[in-house]
């Protein structure tokens, strides 16, 4: 089959497949993950990106389970290979299982957006980081302690043994956001989920904080899922790129394909909607032509057409375009680059 | 669609108060209202609450023609006669049968050993009832219109009627409970408005000005809440001359409770006084130099009013609890005026209880009330402000 | 923190001021003083007081002197010497008579709390994270009743149905055998036994209310990041809802133990009188009856100015359980 053929040459970690996660309110279904398909190799960081409100966000957290009601998973899977043969399907797991429990935390750490919301206020940070080192290694109290004290060391705290025993409301924003990643990393994961990571910081403090990832990286070896709106960012930290629209993914390369070789109509029109590459931090996404259609009415068809320049008038309508694969690690979903073989 | 350079500019100003924005602001508080009401239709139970209290009140003001007997009407010869069985069907000697609700009349004895009477229920004394039957005596309709009909009643009033039993003057438990609705919901009604009043006076005084004003009041609000209410309660009217009558206690009673009643809507006024200062319409209204009062009055009384109806109504359940608790220990209102309390006292000692335990029966209109009040201002607070919680 | 708590007790001396002055204006308000009543009720019984007596009592009191200097001196005697004035029904200090009941008014206050607390804190937590769930709606219901049904009335079915069922009433904190007994392992049994039916009654009303209030904070806290970020390091989930959001919303609930004190004395008062438990309660509603001025008004002083001070130590208490407080 032609889908495990392209995976051979390089070494999966995460393989996402026909994910779909939706949330049922009063008012109707939210189809915020419909369909999502992408890999993660080992050791690389990879991007997402597209406009708010595609699914990014849910995508990272269906990966860990950790959607809550209203919201589901309803079909798909997470195949997650720690290593050898090795694998389990995340997607199938009991959200409350100990498999699933020792995942989280071990297996792929994750950080969020919000480090001034994402500790408690009521432990220390000490308190908080040995939780977590104790729950997945086997270790007596001071062993965490100095595991977690070597972790905060590690992401550039200064006199960690004091911040050891501090609350979080005790830390700065860029602070927090470090004891978060130190957290994230403190049982040595092989993935580390970074769902848009510097959003809250200022900027001298998010080039900072991406130094430090970038940098960390390098010393664990772990891959890298980082959410951003920031393009510049992903041309600076990323090897691949999976861009979303209206919870698909729309297309997959590595980063230079997708900056000097996009193929889909929207990764074109996201990259012209920043002035120039690379050389801006303000590098957000500026509205493309035309608005994201509420998410209780998906467009049929291709569900980009009502603002595809490129549109093929009479079937983009109706036609909902398959994956096809340009390149072993290229991808697209449109019917301009349909594969012939359907 | 691109904007235009032109109409980009973001316009800093406030905008200024034509007569045009005077009508969106009428619209805006109708729109309110309207929004409110259909927010509060869509809570169910709230709705039935609202229909039960309605009856409630019903029942207050049409007390005399709602009760078979009147207030004071006693009779010895009942004293704890048992609730009577209403029968629709009456079988005459010859086994017809025929539709007469009726009750039955009572035969005594003496029981020997206990030197207690024993009501039982006689088949030869069919006492029959009726609709809209004349009473023992002349009552006024609202206290204008001469009557002597009641909704239901024995059609010979002079016979005995029961249906809730008696107490132990022999009086009628149901009449008495009716009459008592009025004193314990209008208690409830009159010292919640005076609370608002002395409410809106301190609270409304202590969010516009702010500052060391607000700061007295706070504090005296703070006091109010940290001292037990019933001890003071208790203090407060026993420490009323005896020998006021019926009507100065009523209202003695009535300003003793929103003595202690006017804090946490005082803390409701405040509150909204502060939000409200802030928000954009009255700002503007500000800017425009229209006087501090005129703005109270045109825009912040409204759009407020709906959180104060909702804070009433949760309030009126309180004031109705404490009279009755007052009332019970026999510190509140006292016979002859009539109140739900003044009813469970009788209950109060355990050798009653055990002769006559109908007497609790006066408990179910004050836990009706209470939750029905409680409902409809919960579904008024929803109503009034969803996000609230 | 010692500065809150410094600033916290500063706070409550007006409190407590502006207490004594009311209790002081309950004593002053009914006709005539407590010597009038006293000679009074002495010549009835055909006994007269020696003058020498009067003379020192109104001395003592200051009667007949302006209220403030009668204010002055009712304080001091209670502060310097413990005399809050005499009980002329009883013809003895009312120090003598209250310190026992107000006691056990405590006992029973703070071991209701205590209910109060666990029974809410459970049962909150189960609403919560079972939203609209049927259990959810059962306890909302029983919220709604318990702040309905009135505590004397629920004392008053119990009353009724103990007496129907058993043929026995549950009123009293003792078996009769214990009554006058010594205080032994069995006098402390009894009253285990018998304390738990007004600490269940009592509770009934704050445990709905509070109930509400943990259920609502909960149901805010339950989706904050923080719940999150603990849930993505695989925290067990049981572990996970106790640790983190109840760890918050138990602390509005601390005040709201807190400021429910009050209340839960109220009604401690009036549920002492239907179930004649030996608090506060029935003393205080028959000097009221009788006009037993000091007695009630030094049973309301002290009654309220230990629910202030409860209320303080809860503040206290909550501030040291909240780092953001302690710290600040
Ligand atoms: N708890 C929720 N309940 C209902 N709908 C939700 C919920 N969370 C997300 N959604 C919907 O799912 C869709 C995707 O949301 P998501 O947060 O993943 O977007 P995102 O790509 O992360 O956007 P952003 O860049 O703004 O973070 C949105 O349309 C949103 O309305
Ligand atoms: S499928 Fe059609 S509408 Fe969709 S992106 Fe491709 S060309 Fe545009
Ligand atoms: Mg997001």
Known sequence: MSNSNHNAGADILLDIRGLKTYFHLDEGTVRAVDGVDFTVPRGTTIGIVGESGCGKSVTAFSILQLVEKPGRIEEGSIVLNTGGQNRVDIAALDHDSEELRQIRGKDIGMIFQEPMTSLSMMYTVGFQMTEAIRLHMDVEKDEARDRAIEMLQAVGIPRPEQRFDAYPFELSGGMRQRVMIAMALSCDPMLLIADEPTTALDVTTQAQILELMQQLQEEFGMAIMLITHDLGVVAEMCSEVVVMYLGEVVEQADVDTIFHNPQHPYTQALLESIPRLGHSHEGRLNPILGSVPDPYHRPSGCPFHPRCTQIITGRCETVHPEISRLDPRHTVRCLLHEDPHG | ?389 | MIQYILHRVLLMIPTVFGISILCFGIIQLPPGDFLTFYVAELSAQGESVPEAQIAQLERQYGLGRPWYVQYFLWMKNIITKGDFGRSFTWNKPVSDLIWDRIAFTMLITLLTVVFVWIVALFIGKYAATHQYSLGDYIATFFGFIGLAVPNFLLALLLLYYSLQLFGLSPAGLFSPEYQDAPWSVGKWIDLLAHLWIPIVILGTAGTAGAIRILRANLLDELHKPYVITARAKGVPERTLIWRYPVRVALNPFISTVGWTLPDLVSGSIIVSVVLNLPTTGPLLLGALLQQDMFLAGSFILLVSVLTVIGTLISDVLLAWLDPRIRFS
Not at chain 2, 100 to 129: C, M, N, S
């Open chain 2, 1 to 389: 669609m691109t904007a235009t350079p032109h109409a980009a500019t973001p316009s800093a100003l406030p905008p200024v108060e034509t007569p045009e924005s005077q009508e969106d602001m009428r619209l805006l508080v109708a729109g309110q209202w309207q929004l409110m009401w259909w927010r509060f239709r869509k809570h169910k139970v709230a709705m039935v609450a609202t229909a039960v209290s309605l009856l409630i009140y019903f029942v207050a003001v049409f007390a005399e023609f709602l009760a078979p007997l009147p207030r004071d009407h006693y009779a010895a010869d009942y004293t704890f006669a048992p609730p009577q069985r209403i029968k629709l069907i009456l079988e005459d000697e010859f086994g017809n049968r025929e539709f007469h609700p009726h009750v039955l009349g009572y035969t005594v004895e003496i029981e020997a050993v206990a030197l207690r009477r024993v009501f039982k229920p006689d088949p030869e004394q069919v006492i029959e009832l009726g609709f809209f039957v004349d009473g023992l005596e002349e009552y006024r309709v609202l206290g204008i219109f001469p009557s002597r009909k009641h909704l239901f009643g024995p059609k010979d009033p002079t016979q005995p009627f029961y249906l809730f039993g008696a107490d132990k003057l022999g009086q009628d438990l149901y009449s008495r409970l009716i009459f008592g609705t009025r004193i314990s919901m209008t208690i409830g009604l009159v010292g919640v408005a005076l609370s608002l009043i002395f409410g809106i006076l301190l609270g409304g005084v202590s969010g516009l000005f702010g500052g060391t004003v607000d700061n007295i009041i706070q504090r005296t609000i703070e006091f109010f809440r940290a001292v037990p209410s019933i001890p003071l309660w208790m203090g407060l009217s026993a420490a009323l001359p005896e020998d006021w009558d019926a009507i100065k206690r009523y209202f003695a009673i009535t300003v003793i409770l929103s003595i202690l009643g006017w804090t946490g809507l005082a803390r409701v006024v405040r509150g909204r006084f502060l939000s409200l200062r802030e928000e954009d319409f009255v700002m503007s209204a500000r800017l425009d130099g229209v006087a501090e009062l005129g703005i109270i009055l045109r825009y912040m009384l409204p759009s407020f009013l709906s959180h104060i109806i909702a804070s009433v109504t949760l309030s009126i359940p309180g004031m109705i609890l404490a009279e009755t608790s007052l009332s019970f220990l026999g510190l509140g209102l006292r016979p002859p005026v009539v109140s739900w309390g003044v009813l469970l006292k009788d209950a109060q000692r355990v050798q009653v209880l055990a002769t006559a335990p109908w007497l609790l029966i006066a408990a179910v209109p004050v836990i009706v009330s209470v939750l029905a009040l409680n409902y409809v201002g919960d579904g008024l607070r929803d109503a009034a402000d969803p996000y609230s919680r």
